[in-house]
């Protein structure tokens, strides 16, 4: 089975090609790929299959071997694979996923694709669309959130996955460790939930680190600074344009007059290599 790597602001991927065959993987193959002792090492696969509503339907698994509804950055990754090889040569792209079908532009220079924009699509502060259990009101901004005998205030929304916005005076590694499981498993959140620590620096720029639902902290994550932009602009924190300094490097993230939220940001390809035919075999001898 050959493979791909690409990475987007440090946040990488494992691209596999279904579009001819499919590409059947169980829970345990998907935890010992991503493995970076055991496996090739990623915050997450990437499957590209054919699609019968868009140009191409793009499959994202967790490190737990869960399902994520969509990645910006992913995404990013997909589209600069399909266009480098040759398979998607216009600049314009639609994806489906799980949260419905994405606009993708690439820019390019010298026929190699430099930055993509990814449409994310509207926030929804609604609880249900979280979802958000037990608690009061219709939303969830600046809401009071108790978590290991201390109280934060956040802000809760959707970006086709749900999202927990703290905004901190300064960004801490040990806070987003610390807090970020503990956020991710709250039992308010019945199908968990990724947290944004976000700290504004000016109407026009912010710091930000991310836990990820099933992946833990990550260098970067395009709907989780969508997220973290539609909290801030709703709580008269930022301008519509901001730009997101990640652990992986700078994201631009820009809200429309419409309310969609566009994220700019590069894609790398690593390296393109071929699973031994008993890889799986191999791996699982070795968690034995």
């Keep these: ?27 345990e193959d998907i935890r010992m790929l991503c493995d970076r002792h055991l496996g090739i090492g990623a915050d997450g696969i990437i499957v590209v299959e054919l699609s019968g509503r868009a140009a191409y339907r793009m499959i994202n698994y967790n490190p737990d071997a869960s399902e994520a509804d969509v990645s910006g950055n992913g995404l990013r990754c997909l589209a600069k694979h399909l266009y480098e090889t040759g398979m998607h040569p216009e600049k314009e792209l639609l994806v489906e996923t799980p ?26 502060f ?26 934060f205030p956040v802000t809760c929304l ?5 999202h927990c916005v703290l905004f901190v005076d300064e960004v801490r590694p040990t806070m987003v460790r610390e807090l970020g499981p503990l956020l991710e498993n709250h039992p308010l959140f019945p199908l968990r939930v990724n947290v944004e620590f976000a700290q504004v620096l000016n109407m026009s720029e912010m710091r930000l680190r991310s836990w990820e639902r099933g992946a833990g902290e990550t260098m970067a994550s395009a709907a989780g600074a969508s997220a973290a932009v539609a909290a801030a602009l709703r709580t008269g924190r ?13 994201m631009e993230v820009e809200v429309t ?21 008993d890889w799986r075999e191999r791996s699982r001898l070795l968690l034995a």
């Design 1 to 27: 089975m050959e493979f791909f790597k690409y990475h987007s602001l440090g946040n990488d991927y494992i691209l596999l090609d279904a579009t001819e065959s499919p590409v059947q993987l169980s829970p």
């Design 99 to 124: 949260s419905g079908i994405k606009e993708i532009i690439m820019h390019t220079a010298m026929g190699r694709v430099r930055t993509i924009q990814v449409n994310m699509g509207r926030p929804d």
């Design 126 to 151: 609604r609880r249900s669309s979280i979802p958000m259990g037990d608690g009061e009101g219709e939303e969830a901004v600046d809401y009071p959130l108790e978590v290991s005998g201390r109280t």
């Design 158 to 162: 959707s970006m086709g996955t749900p």
């Design 238 to 250: 930022c301008k519509r344009k901001v730009d997101v300094q990640l652990p992986g490097g700078l």
């Design 257 to 277: 007059p419409e309310g969609d939220i566009l994220t700019r940001g590069p894609a790398r390809r690593v390296f393109r290599g071929v699973l031994d035919e």
